[in-house]
């Protein structure tokens, strides 16, 4: 009787969803849990608005917008070869203000851009509508997209998926949803590069002690140019939130996109290679020196060797994958 009634709880067990198991549903709460949180942290701060001193939803807003971007990160056009989308069914996760994909449909792509949140897909629709472009946005999330399988050519995502809890499955909807033969491009956080390995883990480690005073935050800014209302806000988590803000990964999430960022994360080039290793072939190359937290020489630098010093320690991990 024992025998018989220990091989139905096996048997029951075996046939029980993943998420029924305690440390899993416990896990997959957690998950929710910081998914909700940052969706909360993105809808209130749509990634690049902080970067135009216009109305948003204007058109001068987004002119301001897109000039910050490819003044600042210059490389993005040619890494993601907007130009050659021409004809192809193109996805971007993560479309923000639609700065990028608006080059995609400029160059005759048939976009589609999503997004885990509805501010984002407002203000990226508008930038088509004002601009005349042709696209299609909807929210959702990049762990469980609702399109079919095969659908796309190719599939775009500029610093998204390293702020979502379950990036490894975020990857794995976006192999099912490429076609044969198609691409992935997707830029993360590097984790070998300069802003991870020397400004977040050292400068920035060390420069958290001046918050404590005010006298100390003004002269990070004139040190930094970090806006004062950014550093109050440290000050403030700092304060607060001593023990977990200085906690490595939770420094890292509130150093990257600004103050109460609730997640991000940074990756090697081999952990990039083991997320898609689904993939036939994978290309790396790394961008953008992040050259503000270069002090005297950062403004110096002539973009040639701007770009040799980025092609090895580059703040941002691109990832070229074909299906």
Request: include cysteine.
């Given at each position: 009787m024992v025998q018989a009634s220990a091989q139905l709880v096996a048997t029951m067990i075996g046939v029980l969803p993943a998420f029924w198991y305690p440390d899993?549903?416990?896990m997959s709460v957690e998950n929710s849990n910081l998914k909700e949180r940052v969706r909360a942290f993105w809808q209130a701060n749509p990634c690049g608005v902080k970067f135009a001193d216009a109305a948003p939803g204007t058109r001068h807003f987004y002119e301001l917008v897109e000039a910050h971007r490819y003044t600042k990160e210059w490389h993005i056009p040619a890494a993601a070869d907007f130009a050659g989308a021409r004809g192809l069914k193109v996805l971007e996760i993560g479309c923000g203000l639609g700065t990028d994909?608006?080059?995609?449909?400029?160059?005759?792509?048939?976009y589609t851009g999503v997004d885990l949140t509805e501010a984002a897909v407002e203000l990226a629709r508008r930038r088509f509508e004002l601009f005349d472009l042709p696209g299609t946005f909807k929210t959702a999330d990049a762990e469980n997209l609702s399109f079919p399988d095969e659908s796309f050519d190719l599939v775009y995502s500029h610093g998204?998926?390293?702020h979502t809890p379950e990036t490894g499955k975020s990857i794995q909807e976006i192999h099912r949803v490429l076609r044969p033969g198609g691409r992935a491009v997707i830029m993360l956080y590097h984790r070998g590069s300069y802003n991870y390995r020397v400004n977040i883990s050292l400068l920035r480690r060390a420069g958290a002690q001046l918050l404590k005073w005010e006298t100390g935050v003004k002269l990070v800014n004139r040190i930094t140019g970090e806006p004062l209302e950014s550093l109050r806000e440290h000050a403030r988590l700092l304060k607060t939130e001593k023990e977990s803000y200085l906690k490595p990964g939770e420094f890292l999430s509130q150093n990257t996109d600004?103050?109460?960022n609730p997640l991000a994360r940074v990756y090697?080039?081999?952990?990039?290679?083991e997320l898609f290793k689904d993939f036939s072939e994978v290309t790396l190359k790394t961008y953008f020196l992040n050259k503000r937290w270069l002090p005297v020489i950062g403004n110096l630098l002539p973009r040639s060797l701007?770009?040799?010093l980025a092609s090895?320690?580059?703040w941002h991990l691109w990832i070229y994958a074909t299906k």
């Amino acid at each position: 009787m024992v025998q018989a009634s220990a091989q139905l709880v096996a048997t029951m067990i075996g046939v029980l969803p993943a998420f029924w198991y305690p440390d899993q549903l416990s896990m997959s709460v957690e998950n929710s849990n910081l998914k909700e949180r940052v969706r909360a942290f993105w809808q209130a701060n749509p990634c690049g608005v902080k970067f135009a001193d216009a109305a948003p939803g204007t058109r001068h807003f987004y002119e301001l917008v897109e000039a910050h971007r490819y003044t600042k990160e210059w490389h993005i056009p040619a890494a993601a070869d907007f130009a050659g989308a021409r004809g192809l069914k193109v996805l971007e996760i993560g479309c923000g203000l639609g700065t990028d994909g608006a080059q995609f449909a400029e160059a005759g792509a048939d976009y589609t851009g999503v997004d885990l949140t509805e501010a984002a897909v407002e203000l990226a629709r508008r930038r088509f509508e004002l601009f005349d472009l042709p696209g299609t946005f909807k929210t959702a999330d990049a762990e469980n997209l609702s399109f079919p399988d095969e659908s796309f050519d190719l599939v775009y995502s500029h610093g998204v998926l390293h702020h979502t809890p379950e990036t490894g499955k975020s990857i794995q909807e976006i192999h099912r949803v490429l076609r044969p033969g198609g691409r992935a491009v997707i830029m993360l956080y590097h984790r070998g590069s300069y802003n991870y390995r020397v400004n977040i883990s050292l400068l920035r480690r060390a420069g958290a002690q001046l918050l404590k005073w005010e006298t100390g935050v003004k002269l990070v800014n004139r040190i930094t140019g970090e806006p004062l209302e950014s550093l109050r806000e440290h000050a403030r988590l700092l304060k607060t939130e001593k023990e977990s803000y200085l906690k490595p990964g939770e420094f890292l999430s509130q150093n990257t996109d600004g103050a109460g960022n609730p997640l991000a994360r940074v990756y090697s080039r081999k952990e990039a290679r083991e997320l898609f290793k689904d993939f036939s072939e994978v290309t790396l190359k790394t961008y953008f020196l992040n050259k503000r937290w270069l002090p005297v020489i950062g403004n110096l630098l002539p973009r040639s060797l701007e770009s040799r010093l980025a092609s090895r320690w580059g703040w941002h991990l691109w990832i070229y994958a074909t299906k």
